[in-house]
């Protein structure tokens, strides 16, 4: 009798321990955050973290929604899919006092339209999307606008990232729309410019945009900042511009749903990441710009000054922030499919 | 015996509870969401509707469909006028050599067809080993466009499937009675006429089986399209997984895929009908 209470002790030791232990539940995109981070946040605080992660916005957002948000305490949605979930009250409310490295972040990132007053969510790291384009091929004042790609020595040499929202919002930009517009006369009209651009068109790239021009498959083309980074890394020939329509920008940034268990071991995950330190280690490790300020001062000169990844305010303020499109992003895919089948 | 009896129940019990979990229930919710409404904020709405099956119709939609049969097609047919005579290779070569060769078939594909197919690009692309081999030996002039067109797709989509053609054909052309073949050359036939007429309708079954097995596979394997393509045109695969994650519309994309199972199903259905009469007419 004895031996068997001693027996189940230990056997329930364990789950006790488990138990009490707080945890928080945190899903990133993949590679998005070194081990080293999540170690330490467990070290200081204590709190167990439990790591999931996915590839790509829809099926965050489509997994997300399924569970009502219970199950998941952090979550790092892009700018548009922070302002979906937040109209479709899917988020909770972020308790900005409880944040004490709150002051770190930079103000250009903050309270930005689809998110006043960051009420919900946290900006984590930041980039864009502009204009990639080889030396050796193309000169740099050929590649000055989005309307240079429309250059017909340009044929059968672009390449495009194999994201709707990003192609149609260069079609937009270049008709002078905002790349959030819902207008349907509007996206035909984008989809008309696009069509247009087909023949200068070799790939659409949706894994990593970098490969085709490495390869030397394309010459030019749209890309983002981190992957453009990465690319000239490897062929100094490759080059980024912004063009001077203004380039398309995205923040991922940390939300907390509205049913999650933890929030308060949330809170304090978010207030550690936005350690000046922390946020320096991830910087280091994803290759795009941390949100922090004062994690940036902390780093090497030639990286701070490097326009690919921390460019001059002036080209952000012309830039713009995706926003979710609502129930036009029907209106979008059905010009997708017309502009991939050619109808 | 007893004993035996009741091992065999539960191994019965517990592979139909799974097939009918796994397999038959997710299958039947995307049957019951294709009838549904779409909704923005739900995903679907408990509304009948048999517009999507229609919406399938439209210009824009077909199209989608036609362009992957005919990249299916065209695998198939190529897949065949390789598979073939490798097949007929294999069947005659030693039989102590054969087991090695086979092996060769298949050793490959025991790798990741996702890791194979970014090897196919470090071949194909501009300053890749094919592009460089040609212009060293002064075959052509600057490197010649192979990735991110046509011709990539079907190299790419040829060499995942073609295994899948070889070893049917190899099953029946293995079994193929020699005899039968001297029969014909003694009674004076060519060999293009004992090709015709002996070989190619006793290897049909083997035909049939192998193009059945590359076709419907083949449908789905949109991942090559898009990498060595360049994901200019989209396929069925692709507009599915659109419908259901960009445009968040649930109902229409499982429309989508029951139609896809309904195309593989007549076409299975059809391949037991050719068989069956194959059957009767090789044994009366």
Redesign the interface.
């Known amino acids: 009798m004895k031996k068997w209470m001693i027996l189940i002790c230990i056997l329930l030791l364990p789950a006790a321990a488990l138990a009490a232990k707080p945890s928080v539940y945190v899903y990133n995109w993949t590679e998005y955050m070194p081990d080293a981070v999540l170690s330490a946040f467990q070290k200081e605080t204590g709190i167990k973290v439990v790591y999931s992660t996915y590839e790509s916005n829809e099926s965050m957002y489509a997994k997300v929604k399924l569970v009502r948000g219970k199950g998941y305490d952090v979550v790092f949605p892009s700018t548009y899919f922070v302002h979906k979930m937040r109209n479709q009250g899917l988020l909770a409310p972020i308790d900005q006092s409880k944040l004490t490295n709150f002051k770190h972040l930079d103000p250009m990132l903050l309270d930005k339209p689809y998110d006043p007053d960051n009420r919900y969510s946290i900006p984590y790291v930041w980039g864009s999307t502009a204009l990639a384009y080889n030396a050796d091929h193309v000169k740099p004042e050929q590649m000055i606008s989005w309307k240079d790609l429309w250059r017909p020595e340009l044929k059968n040499r672009l390449v495009m990232n194999d994201d709707l929202r990003e192609v149609f919002g260069v079609g937009l930009i270049v008709n002078g729309y905002s790349v959030n517009d819902t207008d349907p006369d509007h996206i035909r009209t984008a989809f008309e410019s696009v069509k247009e651009l087909m023949p200068n068109i070799r790939v659409f790239s949706g894994d990593s945009p970098k490969q085709p021009l490495l390869n030397l498959e394309a010459h030019g083309g749209m890309i983002w900042n981190g992957e453009a980074y990465m690319a000239a890394e490897e062929d100094p020939a490759i080059r980024y511009a912004y063009p001077r329509e203004g380039a398309i920008f995205w923040v991922d940034s940390m939300v907390i749903p509205k049913n999650a268990k933890n929030k308060e071991a949330a809170h304090r995950f978010i207030d550690f990441i936005l350690k000046p330190e922390m946020a320096k280690l991830i910087c280091e490790y994803v290759g795009y710009a941390p949100a922090n300020r004062t994690a940036v001062s902390l780093m090497d000169k030639a990286l701070k000054d490097n326009p690919m990844i921390f460019p001059d305010p002036s080209v952000v303020e012309k830039g713009e922030f995706q926003m979710d499109v609502g129930e036009a992003i029907l209106v979008y895919e059905r010009y997708w499919e017309r502009l991939k089948t050619g109808l | 015996m007893n004993e035996n009896k009741g091992f065999k129940n539960t191994a019965i019990t517990v592979n139909m509870l799974w097939i009918f979990l796994f397999v038959l229930v997710p299958n039947l919710i995307v049957v019951v969401i294709s009838f549904l409404e779409r909704d923005?904020?739900g995903?679907f709405r408990w509304e009948p509707t048999i517009s999507h099956y229609i919406n399938l119709f439209d210009?824009?939609?077909a199209?989608?469909f036609t362009?992957s049969l005919t990249y299916s097609f065209g695998t198939t047919l190529l897949t065949l006028a390789v598979g073939y005579p490798f097949a007929w290779f294999l069947s005659r070569v030693g039989r102590r050599r054969r087991p090695l060769m086979l092996m060769m078939v298949i050793v490959p594909f025991w790798t990741s067809s996702l890791i194979r197919t970014y090897a196919l690009?470090i071949l194909m692309?501009?300053?890749?080993v094919i592009n460089s081999l040609l212009v060293t030996l002064g075959l052509a002039k600057g490197?010649v466009?192979i990735?991110?067109t046509d011709v990539a797709v079907y190299v790419g989509l040829v060499y995942s499937l073609l295994p899948f053609m070889i070893l049917p054909l190899y099953a029946v052309l293995e079994k193929l009675d020699s005899r039968l073949l001297e029969a014909a050359c003694d009674l004076g036939a060519t060999h293009l006429q004992v090709f015709a007429r002996v070989v190619l309708p006793l290897s049909l079954p083997g035909v049939m089986a192998g193009s059945i097995m590359v076709f419907l596979p083949s449908m789905g394997l949109f991942y090559i399209p898009?990498?060595l393509g360049?994901?200019?045109?989209?396929l069925v695969g692709n507009?599915i997984k659109?419908?259901?994650?960009?445009?968040?519309?649930w109902p229409f994309g499982s429309a989508a895929s029951v139609f896809l199972i309904l195309v593989m199903v007549s076409m299975m259905a059809v391949y037991l009908l050719v068989m069956k009469r194959f059957n009767r007419s090789v044994m009366p």
Request: glycine content about 8%; cysteine-free; overall charge positive.
């Open positions: 923005p904020v995903f210009p824009v939609n199209r989608v362009h690009v692309k501009a300053n890749g490197p466009s990735l991110y898009d990498l360049g994901a200019k045109s989209m507009f659109n419908q259901f994650l960009t445009s968040g519309n």
